[in-house]
């Protein structure tokens, strides 16, 4: 297992942690003990990638080695919502260019950390 952690650049209280396998453990993080949902780790058995938050908002992102781009894309999207909603930006049908850009953000940082081709 491969762990990256970047720091979100305009919320830079927020850091998330990716990694190239799902994990059963709680996450390595600083605030594992305080994670935002209610977390069973056996939950994760069954699936490709998956997003913890935790109530300071680190993010932990799971996604195992080879899944296709599209669970990438979608975890993505998980992130992006839980980084905003801890910064307090109020997403919506109006309101979605940030979310666009964070999500745009996070995906080319996990597959150049991962060194992920898209071709
Ligand atoms: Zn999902």
Do not use: Q
């Amino acid at each position: 297992m491969t762990i990256k952690r970047i720091s979100v650049p305009i919320f830079d209280n927020v850091e998330v942690y990716m990694s190239d396998e799902i994990m059963k453990d709680c996450p390595p993080w600083r605030a594992c003990r305080e994670l935002k949902f209610d977390h069973d780790p056996n939950d994760h058995e069954e699936t490709s990638g998956y997003v913890l938050a935790s109530t300071n908002g680190d993010i932990f992102m799971g996604i195992n080695a080879g899944e296709p781009l599209k669970v990438i894309a979608h975890e993505c999207v998980h992130a992006a919502w839980e980084i905003l909603d801890f910064v307090g930006v109020k997403v919506n049908y109006k309101n979605h260019e940030m979310l666009a850009y964070l999500v745009d953000w996070l995906f080319e940082n996990y597959i150049k950390k991962f060194k992920i081709s898209i071709d």
